[in-house]
């Protein structure tokens, strides 16, 4: 793009995955003229042009100047694919707010440059520069001059000044200017029309040259193919706008009727409240006529009001809302069949609006479009649907985030602490900031106000900033797949394109020198176009898609990226999510182990059916949990209810004479049921509740006995509840009964206690406070059994060389267990664990490598086996294979200080435990940067990153996250994996088959009519209907119905099609038909038959060939259309319809990929009959029938010769496919012969020093200030070392 000055070029999104260049240009008139000129000339070429290449658009029309004075933007990806495209630079003016609020240069909301909205404002004018890419807002900052991202609060804001500067709701003025320079709090996603969809189909530069094609065909009255070939492209271009629309229709279904969804499915229940989120603004009120709520409910997000109604009206049987609006004072709801009017507990009623506005000034109701970033929000009732991301300030709220995570289980969000620091509110805590934050598109379930008596939240993003709007932008616009097999089809058309131009060169040389005139010498030339590039390859490429896509959905695996199910055939590392996917999504109690200062003590089996006895254990079990009750179900976190459950307690809410008690009104208490004997108290309340965080692994509450004492329990992962405990309290074998459960796979969860004082209000308290000098309790057991179906398919994606990797969340050693049970990790193998930590004081990062090795523990006989450090190593045990497991923390530190070692670790990097969604991303990510194809199946729960950054996402659950995943199966088991990849081998086997046989099709084509050019001949339209009609279009829709092999063998097929099997293959057969085209045209001239004046030869076939004389008058005149008939055409046309024949038999690849090719019997017998028409043909003397084709007859000997010459071909081309071109061991052979190596970069990582005896270092500790730290060493796993390469 040349030399840009500063100021013309910049970053957009720096660092974020959708980064961006971004250059300025001025449009400049005289260009533009000039363009415009073009247009007109060159018949609307150049446009065309422009819209492949928007780049090329932008240099045309414009001249580089700085991004302040740009009028139009250049954007360019900083990925691989550097995809160009182009934005006009629109202004938004602020100078209709003058009227309204009097708004001027030096007004006190305008002069503060703190935010980012004051610095785009243009003084004095009062306008802002804007782009907008893909649905999101970019302005441009004066003060520090770049575009940057609006419509979502500064993240450098500390959470004091989030209180203070947001803490009252923003001024009227502060609002309009948010408004108009945010835009609206909408995510439209517009259902793209048929006809948008068509269009940009059809400029598809393919199916532009079928219309050249078509054109060109109509012109020379070849009418029949081109309407088969407009019918082709019809299908094909329905199928695909179909494919894009159902995408689209599928995106707004689960954007829009999901944002009503809950209001029709809660219609039943006979209590149902709408709740409320209120606007505040600290500037009075609207006039009244501005507050009503005058917009429709036409299934669009966009203009749903925002409902603020505790006291409406049940409403039962809803089946559909049409509209909805106000009208002097009434609320009108329309439903299917009638009108109802809605007001406290009747219907058909006319309603006061003054009933429904608040008396307290400033609290105002608006429609949820009209929000914008530092709006606060009260929440009032319950069943609250986010239009918005906003962060918690006052009181608590209990969220349903499984439109986001998949998982539909209660999340308790927490006030945002005010916390006297300039650090940004993101990170001020170690605990995740997503605690305090309620996302679009999440239900809150509860709201819990604090002593204000209120919810308030602070808008934080609008729109598509928003944690909802970033899923539906990454459907909108997919990450752009690196196929080499899509840019090797392009290369494969432009050496076509190039042969079909020496072609064209040839037939102007020979028909100039004819004397032919002009017009027909272009038009055979343009001819020459048509036959060498096939204008059915597409329809034909898309039918083998389409087909694989049935198969899968046959089997219950749903795609939504078509596209993608070739990349799958190319799958050599599968990565799996734990907990849902290889393990049962439920926890089953097992049991718990209780300790006292003797030590741990028996273990207590819930499978006995015995209580639990009384103690500070069985109270932490009742009340240490995050559960909620709602209509009278108790909901929440699985585990949680399992433990619960095993307590037998009752849940409820405390009444108003509580306190009498201890206990505050309404708050949450558990209670022993009635059976329960030997329980001294009467209840415990929930008074406080410090949530989980996956970054702490723990939660902790606190609670108050009825009429006893004030106590906090915490519950989380082992080694983090100890470390707050009094060491004494903790039994010294800890360690080992710790590593007796989590080796056998057990999901284990330590509880501790303590007292507190009463004196203290709950609120005061810290959680530092709270959660220090606990006393150990105990170790919960719940069993998390693996599915029937894990085992045999690791074995079966091992077995084929397929890399499994499995990234969690859950604990490393209960990780690692379960590898080991599924066969991830067999029993000759080592584990190596890996223990990263960072920096910490004076001593560097470090990190250290431990063998892992199995014992069995003598004292419990009956269980399996515990987790032991070795801590001597002999030099013969680093023998045999080896699996790298670390944490998430260990991960990051690597990726930090020790980038070096990274690849290396990945090469044998098995187990990832204790990663956060963000990580699963890197992980796949890193792998990728190895070249490996990475596959990721997940049950949806945190994985929608990971699944959107694999080549291939798989998920397994068919909640909204799924939409992140190209593939979604109904089986919730990870047997789809195999399928997938099986299916994925066949379709890209497939569409090789279909490259190959189409480009033979075409040179068969293509060299015929090249020798017929010689002698100013060609063939006819029939003869050309009959081969690309009868012949090609019947092989190419019925060639890819073969179904997947049933074993996954341990190699991959080719991923590239100038590899050296295909190239030779294809180039073989082209030599191998032109040498039989050439010795058919050269030997029928040689016949003595053979006279250019004689048109038939069937007159004198029975006698001798040897005696054969012909007079002058002897010829056999036939009604053909002399242009075309000849005994050269005759021959060619036999020898080149039969050839694509035979060539469709011997492409047609059966095992190790696809079913062998005898069971597609569509296909073979379609063969058999085109087989049987052409010898028939060739060997009846139908004088109609020959005329109709152009053809002479010829003696029964040569009808012989030209069936022997068809049989050579097939004999030779098939010999030559089996026992060359498939011949994997001879290839392999060749390859070590020539010394060739593979130059992936995973294998180039495992060929470094796969002898070093110094790797993998074992009982070593290194740091990163160490010069030698992460020097390059590599270690090759014979377990995943496979003989396949790519050929």
């Known amino acids: 793009m040349g030399h840009f000055e500063k100021g013309q070029h910049a970053l957009l999104n720096e660092g974020e995955e959708n980064e961006m260049e971004i250059f300025g240009y001025r449009t400049q008139g005289c260009r533009k003229s000039l363009c415009l000129a073009g247009s007109i000339f060159s018949f609307g070429i150049l446009p065309l042009v422009f819209y492949w290449r928007p780049a090329w658009h932008v240099w045309a029309h414009c001249v580089p100047c700085s991004l302040q004075e740009a009028d139009t933007v250049l954007l360019r990806t900083t990925d691989e694919f550097q995809i160009y495209s182009w934005k006009k630079v629109i202004w938004i003016y602020l100078s209709a707010l003058n009227s309204a609020f009097g708004l001027t240069p030096d007004h006190p909301v305008i002069t503060d440059e703190e935010d980012i909205i004051n610095r785009a404002i243009r003084k004095p004018d009062l306008k802002v520069r804007c782009i907008k890419v893909q649905k999101i807002r970019y302005v441009w900052n004066y003060l520090e001059g770049q575009f940057q991202k609006i419509g979502s609060l500064e993240d450098w804001l500390s959470s004091a000044k989030i209180h203070q500067k947001f803490g009252s709701g923003l001024t009227r003025e502060e609002q309009e200017i948010r408004r108009l320079i945010c835009g609206p709090n909408t995510i439209d996603v517009e259902v793209t029309p048929i006809w948008k969809l068509l269009i940009k ?56 009727i999901e944002q009503i969804g809950w209001l029709h499915s809660k219609s039943a229940n006979s209590n149902l409240i709408w709740a409320s989120l209120l606007f505040i603004s600290n500037r009075g009120t609207l006039p009244s006529s501005e507050m009503r709520v005058s917009s429709h409910l036409c299934l669009l997000v966009s203009e749903m009001p925002v409902f603020s109604y505790s006291t409406l009206s049940l409403i039962q049987q809803i089946s559909l809302i049409s509209q909805f609006f106000w009208t002097d004072g009434v609320y009108c709801v329309f439903l299917k069949d009638k009108d109802i009017f809605l007001h406290e507990g009747q219907c058909n009623q006319e309603v006061n609006i003054d009933t429904f506005l608040p008396t307290n000034a400033g609290v105002q109701e608006l429609e949820s479009h009209v929000l914008v970033p530092g709006d606060l929000l009260i929440l009032t009732g319950n069943k609250v649907l986010m239009p918005c991301d906003a962060v918690l300030i006052e009181g608590s709220c209990v969220v349903d985030e499984g439109m986001l995570t998949g998982e539909s289980i209660p999340v308790t969000k927490t006030p945002l602490p005010k916390v006297d620091s300039s650090v940004p509110w993101k990170t001020q805590s170690e605990a995740d900031y997503k605690r305090h934050v309620l996302f679009c598109g999440t239900e809150v379930i509860q709201a819990k106000a604090a002593c204000s008596g209120t919810v308030r939240a602070v808008v934080l993003q609008t729109g598509f900033n928003t944690a909802k709007g970033d ?102 590392l599968v990565c799996f999510d734990k907990t849902g996917t290889l393990t049962r999504d439920g926890l089953d109690l097992w049991g718990v182990v209780s300790c006292d200062r ?119 992962a082992p080694e983090r509840v100890a470390s707050f405990c009094q060491p004494e309290t903790v039994p010294t074998s800890f360690v080992s009964e710790l590593q007796i459960y989590t080796t056998q796979g057990f999901r284990v969860i330590a509880l501790a206690y303590k007292k507190l004082e009463n004196d203290h209000h709950t609120t005061a308290l810290t959680r530092e406070t709270v959660e220090s000098d606990l006393i150990f309790l105990g170790l919960l057991i719940l069993e998390n059994r693996l599915k029937e179906e894990t085992k045999p398919v690791l074995e079966e994606l091992i077995s084929a060389q397929i890399r499994t990797v499995m990234i969690t969340g859950d604990n490393l050693q209960t990780a690692i267990t379960v590898a080991r049970k599924s066969g991830m990790v067999s029993e000759n193998q080592k584990v190596i664990l890996i223990e990263a930590n960072e920096t910490n004081g004076s001593s560097s990062a470090s990190i250290s490598w431990t063998l892992v090795e199995e014992k069995k523990h003598i004292t419990y006989g009956n269980q399996d086996n515990y987790i032991n450090i ?10 045999g294979s080896y699996h790298f497991a670390l944490t998430g923390k260990s991960f990051h530190v690597i990726s930090q200080h020790f980038s070096s070692l990274l690849p290396k670790i990945l090469i044998n990097g098995t187990i990832f435990a204790r990663m956060s969604p963000g990580q699963k991303s890197s992980l796949v990510e890193e792998f990728q940067k190895l070249d490996y194809f990475v596959g990721m199946c997940g049950d949806g729960a945190n994985d929608c990153g990971a699944l959107k950054m694999a080549h291939v996402g798989i998920s397994l659950s068919e909640q909204e996250a799924s939409v992140a995943s190209p593939f979604t199966s109904k089986t919730p088991n990870i047997e789809c994996v195999p399928h997938l990849i099986k299916e994925g081998r066949a379709a890209l086997v497939t569409s090789f088959c279909m490259f190959k046989y189409m480009a033979l099709y075409s040179m068969i084509q293509y060299v015929g009519v090249l020798l017929l050019y010689w002698e100013t001949n060609s063939l006819s339209n029939y003869q050309f209907l009959f081969q690309d009609l009868a012949i090609t279009t019947l092989i190419g829709v019925t060639m890819n119905l073969n179904g997947a092999y049933p074993k996954l063998v341990p190699f991959r097929p080719a991923g590239r099609l100038i590899s050296p099997p295909l190239l030779l293959s294809v180039i073989f057969n082209i030599l191998l038909s032109l040498a039989m085209h050439i010795a058919g045209f050269i030997l029928v001239q040689r016949q003595p038959w053979y006279s250019m004046e004689i048109h038939s030869a069937c007159t004198v076939q029975n006698e001798s060939i040897s005696d054969l004389t012909l007079s002058p008058a002897a010829p056999e005149k036939m ?38 090719t005898y069971t597609n019997y569509v296909f073979v017998l379609v063969l058999i009959i085109q087989l049987g028409v052409c010898l028939f043909i060739l060997f009846a003397d139908i004088p109609e029938l020959y005329r109709r084709l152009d053809l002479l007859c010829t003696p029964i000997l040569w009808r012989v010769s030209i069936v022997i010459m068809l049989s050579l071909n097939f004999i030779v081309s098939l010999v030559a496919e089996e026992a060359v071109i498939e011949n994997r061991a001879l290839w392999m052979m060749i390859k070590r012969c020539f010394g060739y190596q593979s130059k992936s970069q995973y294998r180039i990582w495992q060929r470094d020093l796969a002898g070093d005896p110094s790797w993998p270092p074992l009982n070593q500790t290194s740091h990163s200030d160490m010069p030698e730290c992460g020097r390059g060493v590599s270690y090759s796993n014979p377990v995943f070392e496979s003989n396949e390469e790519q050929l």
Not at 1139 to 1153: D, E, H, Q
């Open 1119 to 1156: 009604e053909s259309n002399s242009a075309f008939t000849s005994f050269e055409n005759t021959t060619i046309w036999f020898l080149g319809t039969i050839n694509c024949i035979i060539v469709a038999l011997v492409f047609s690849k059966g095992k190790p990929f696809r079913q062998p």
């Open 201 to 256: 189909e059809v400029l598809n530069p393919f199916y532009i040259f079928q219309l050249f094609s078509v054109c060109l065909w109509f012109s020379e009255d070849y009418k029949e193919y081109a309407f088969a070939i407009i019918i082709m492209s019809i299908i094909s271009i329905s199928l695909t706008v179909y494919d894009l629309r159902e995408v689209s229709r599928y995106c707004w279904k689960k954007n829009y």
């Open 598 to 716: 003797n030590g741990f003590q028996e273990v207590h089996s819930f499978a006995s059916g015995q209580a639990l006895p009384w103690g500070p254990l069985c109270a932490a079990m009742a009340s240490c949990h995050s559960l909620i009750l709602l209509d009278g179900t108790i909901q929440g976190d699985p585990l949680d209810l399992k433990m619960f459950e095993a307590t037998t307690w009752e849940m409820a809410f405390s009444g108003d004479d509580f306190h009498i008690k201890g206990v505050p009104a309404h708050a949450m208490v558990v209670k022993p049921c009635r059976t329960a004997s030997q329980v001294p108290v009467e209840g415990i309340a929930i008074l406080h509740q410090f949530p989980f965080s996956s970054a702490l692994q723990r939660m902790t509450v606190i609670v108050q006995e009825m009429g006893g004492d004030r106590l906090a329990f915490m519950k989380g």
């Open 471 to 572: 899923l539906v932008r990454s459907i909108l616009y997919p990450k752009p797949m690196n196929f080499k097999l899509y840019r090797d089809a392009i290369r494969f058309l432009l050496c076509l394109v190039g042969t079909a131009t020496v072609g064209m060169i040839y037939t102007l040389c020979v028909y100039v020198l004819s004397g032919e005139p002009p017009e027909e010498v272009m038009r055979k030339a343009l001819d020459v176009i048509t036959i060498a590039v096939p204008p059915a390859l597409p329809a034909a490429l898309t039918t083998g898609i389409i087909y694989a896509q049935r198969r899968l959905k046959k089997s219950g695996i749903f795609c939504i990226s078509p596209q993608r199910i070739n990349v799958c055939g190319q799958l050599n």
């Open 870 to 879: 070795r801590d001597e190593v002999s030099d013969n045990g680093r023998e």
